[in-house]
């Protein structure tokens, strides 16, 4: 065990760094002012993605990359740091195409994409030419188990019959999204976990609605939408994978997303501990920096070791990831999920109080930082969901000994 | 950055769980209905400490031994998952002579002391013969900032005079305690964090006097006591180190003092969870079984999820001090005294509510943890000092980007 | 001590509850089509209002009322639990004209106005014709210490001139706001409690522009405002009360702006915990409705326990003014501050939680409390300033007793 | 609704409060010298209790009590804030004959006893000359759901013979314990509320055993014992109330009990706020008395907001049993149980902060309130028992109108 990064790892977080600092953070008022206006990326993004893509901070976040596709393969490790970095501004992922819901979407269809599948999507995706989306969660179930799904994939002909209803299904709204994977019931005789489907839907396929934008607390920072699929109608060589495992890949893809979710939450949360930092020694009250108040340092300070916590756990589910895949690192993302949203929501809370009135504002990160972690709490499964599933894989006894704990007569 | 245990360190993991399984564990009640009845420990403990010994597991928490005495030297990383499986029972430490506050007092010995105060009091400490106390706590001031303490050093003739009152001075109500390392002002007119010496203090050396046993919620785990020195005289030669580094010497043990407790409390956190989980299965209540109910479930899995953070945040602290000293652990070690004490207070906290009156009762460890833990977010200087250090160490602005996370007309 | 309402009150209860449920509620959804469509409220307010009044449902919030004024005057007592159920939306208050900030600036107009400036101002408030605005907070000061406002009023021939910037105004943004009562620095010589003033500026008035809105975690639910006022000049009739006073005058406003806030917050936190309840109930999840889930019954259970007992603070508040105005209820005000905005925050978390991806968005009014709640941390003094104040009015020693609880030799 | 006591309750409490301040709390560490030392109460117990007697302050917390009988009958309204005065020191209660089991079981008497058994037991414990415990918790089931207890009470000719085993029994290991109060299942065929009873048993009936006291995290502030009943034998007359009654009694004297407790836990968080306000005053650290640190203010001030919430709910808890009895009072009484227990924790985990190791002795009685107040959220009743009754108790839908809430096009 030890806690220093390889010396190849380092000089990637130091480059992206770099790059970050000069050329990312100061067009960030940019990005805002020009999306804000126009609803969509400004000019400058490409040459970023350029940019980005000659020094080798491309496709960063797929530890399956093949050599023949564009990017630099990176553990989950190696990727965590750097994705921690992108992760100071929501929009910097774009940059080096390490943005969700394409990193965890291009996984899938490397891992279970047919020769045609990865050229018409994978291939434009891994580029950065193009957005996609994973549907999945509806709200007419408790879809925090997957289970539950019940849109429905009916075969006819040679064909698939997709009908159902999707919500927050994140890039679904983007200008540049050209399709959606749908999770849906495709043997409504199987077993709970073996029903389901996965099917590639092109936008724009007849009788596929967006129905609406769904923001979260008011905000859209995810191109969420509310999507509507009556009688849509798609070849069966749409399916992705194997008839019924749709909930297995599904899982999969999941924990990816959380994991990556997580690492980049850990960048928002350093952004608001540097924030609060500053406005401790910037804004005075009763005649001192706020920064003087014992309130405020103790804010600050349990920001910064519950970060530390975290991250530490973070790193160590990638590690573990890397070591044995998403069964090695089962217990591990249910934890992250976790302890990264609350530990994210009480960062951010702490910033709105030490930022005042200016926190609750729009001139700053930290009230869209703040809905965004309340929203991590209930994205990605629900904090309930883990705990239980936590709880279900504590084990019962250690090799009999709880007894030998016990003073008294009796046992537990 | 990995988080596996090098083959060596999992091997004397190993070994001390099985040790601790097959020979100590079973002793625990045979142990507490002794010392309960005889006020000292059961005469198995003198095998115990002869066949830890024998297995190499003797001294284990001595980053500094040397070769020729006894024990075997570890890193503090390889230190740590050890103490945590000794910390699973108060007494577990002394079997292998790695409990407080004897390691931290081994630790200034073998830094500071002259050959001859080695040869007296270093060399049956490392037998584990004798018991010694660190002296450094005064009621009458906040001893919190060590700079504080006003116990009298004065030099008269060939001799030190020491006046002063100490309290929650553990280990000197121990029936083998036989020496006290006493922290006071031997030059008052010097700064403040140059003013203290340490000197040695035989255990009945006259004007030595124990007032009374200090338990902590009125139980005694650490044979604390309030003692008062009235012209204590010893002689120049009892000076340990420097004259003026007393302040600086208590730092750095409080250090090692820091960790290690931290380290412990991780075993006793694992016990917790583990009697939490035993409980869930055998209580039935509103009729099923208490594990059933949600609330239970999220108690004990949050339990976890806090613990796993606790554990690599202290785990990278002991790396930290391996690589490069106390410095380069500051920050950590104060992050870990605040974490593991607040970790360890939930844990407890929520197996007092999962057991119930038996929690509440001392049949079971969960009382006394749960007390322990509230005192440790008072020992080793209260969350607050460590907070106030942190907020300090926390860097006002880096390399001034912080506006540019900012969107509107205005900075901090 | 008793806890039953007067007839007089549990009437007027009763009659608001009947014309909420019958009148207000149902037109929920429409109104928010409307004013999400046109920015204004939509026709049917205006019947809504007349019909509020026939009922002698009307300015209900201004014990200062005389009889010729059109209204029923209520102690602050009678008024909380109707308060209560108007908040249960947050357009209902406006129906019966008892929104902020219109009714603390008619209270300030009713108290300190003159003659002319009463008919000019008094008389359509009451009639629920304009809309007013309150500008106290500055966004370049700590403006929770109402002494360090800066914005300046100077003297010049007959008129006041004005120089200054403003934000978080609340109202001024509506589109019937007529006028804005303008917190400056008339005599900077003054003592900090004295250089205060309050003038009138009525909107349109050269020199005072409307920067922007200022939403609250990017939602608007107070019409708020930025502000600049440019060498705005009003003549010297239009100072509010004395010269010198406005800082008293802006803190005993505050007070009924802060407890009437907390009154209707009493009833947007039945409104979430009753969304909580329907959601348990009709919300499956893992085989059971979620509401047999033991996490789930804690939360709705602690956010009544909570929610009652902030209840019984405020309308002790409201009765301690009533008693002895604003004066007496002093340490009170300040505790509801603290104690509803954190309770209403802490159901409204639990609430989102619940209600998961449909609590998240604005499909139902927890979202959007989830952010009022939070802001009310901040708005009407952030917490930490109140707590400050609690602090200070703490007795230090009551009558030398204290000695005699402590059993050891020390003081404290 | 009003919030002032009238004449006669604030005479009292004026009353009560100076006999406190001039003869209970200067005998204060008298009493604990003596107790510690003799574990008895000292000689000036009984001349307290003849003087409060004297005053007409004695047998204040019987509403039932008859005019034959000895002290002052008040309702429970009025008898709240004396108990809370009493509530300062744990003692404090016995000089006037309100402490706990004793009235709860005088209740219980004066209700159910018959003629006999009032002249037998309930006459000396109105004299305050007897003790007297009640016999429910079990360790063997889980207690908190009454219908569990399963000691066995036989008919046997004229008499019944008890079977079973009894912890947390308060008050049966005082010295002047005679009787004891046993819950049983006494027709194991009845509905789990119908099949137990209440019988009499007079310490010293042969099978009657004290096992061992129990103290509650090491400290004995209840006089708590396990006991075993084997075979014991007393006649049916000393049946109290109805046969299958038990359960039903049982929770009527638990409301009572648990009323009372919340009570006197009001006057020990007034005792705890107190300290740590004056200890704020007292103790310097880096400088400064330790009051002018924002977080040790923030403490204080949040302790006493919420100790004035519980207040109010404890009153109004009252205040309905005097109106409507126990079944008016239910809710409240889950309410009261939990928020009490709660804040009493807060506020004692606060004051072992702030009093540092002070806090942590027994030098003070924060360190034996912090114990009181983790007790006390599991007896009575853990939280969780009462939360889950209080869900229940919250109505599923207020008159169909929670649909008009919703925006979207979904119910919940």
């Given at each position: 065990m030890q806690f220093r990064f390889s010396d190849k790892s380092l000089a990637l977080q130091d480059s992206l760094e770099q790059f970050f600092r000069a050329e990312i953070l100061p067009r960030n008022r940019e990005w805002h002012a020009h999306t804000s206006k126009h609803g969509a990326a400004p000019p400058f993004l490409a040459a970023l993605k350029a940019e980005a893509r000659k020094r080798g901070?491309?496709?960063?976040?797929?530890?399956?990359?093949?050599?023949?596709?564009p990017g630099t393969r990176l553990t989950n490790l190696e990727f965590a740091p750097l994705a921690a970095i992108m992760g100071r501004l929501p929009w910097a992922p774009i940059v080096f195409n390490c943005n969700a819901p394409n990193v965890p979407n291009m996984e899938m269809l490397q891992k279970f994409g047919s020769v045609d599948q990865k050229r018409q999507w994978l291939d434009p995706l891994l580029e950065g030419r193009i957005w996609t989306a994973f549907g999945m969660?509806?709200?007419?179930?408790?879809?925090?188990?997957?289970?539950?799904?019940?849109t429905s994939i009916r075969k006819d002909g040679a064909d698939y019959v997709i009908d159902g209803r999707k919500w927050y299904i994140s890039g679904a709204n983007h200008p540049d999204c050209k399709m959606l994977l749908v999770v849906g019931?495709?043997?409504?005789?199987?077993?709970s976990a073996a029903k389901h489907s996965v099917v590639i839907v092109p936008m724009g396929t007849p009788g596929l609605e967006i129905v609406r934008p769904v923001p979260a607390f008011g905000r859209d920072r995810e191109f969420a939408a509310e999507l509507v699929l009556r009688n849509v109608r798609v070849p069966?060589?749409?399916?992705?994978?194997?008839?019924?495992a749709g909930f297995a890949m599904g899982q999969a893809r999941l924990g990816v997303a959380r994991v990556h979710h997580c690492m980049r939450s850990l960048g928002s949360c350093d952004v608001l501990i540097q924030l609060m930092r500053g406005r401790a020694s910037g804004r005075r009250a009763f005649g001192r920096p706020?920064?003087?108040?014992a309130n405020v340092q103790d804010m600050i300070a349990l920001s910064r070791i519950e970060l530390e916590q975290a991250r530490l756990l973070v790193y160590k589910t990638a590690w573990l990831l890397d070591e044995g895949g998403a069964a090695a690192a089962r217990r591990e993302i249910s934890m992250i999920k976790v302890a990264v949203a609350r530990t994210f929501s009480a960062i951010a809370d702490r910033a709105v109080q030490v930022l005042g009135a200016m926190g609750v504002s729009?001139?700053?990160p930290v009230s869209s930082a703040y809905t965004a972690a309340r929203a991590m709490r209930i994205y990605d499964g629900p904090d309930e969901v883990h705990l239980r599933t936590l709880y279900r894989l504590e084990p019962d006894e250690v090799a009999g000994d709880s007894a030998h704990y016990l003073l008294g007569e009796r046992g537990l």
């Open positions: 901070l491309w496709n960063l976040g797929l530890p399956d990359l093949r050599d023949d596709q969660t509806e709200p007419d179930v408790a879809s925090s188990d997957a289970r539950n799904i019940r019931v495709i043997d409504p005789d199987a077993s069966q060589s749409n399916l992705l994978g194997e008839e019924g706020i920064g003087e108040f729009d001139d700053t």
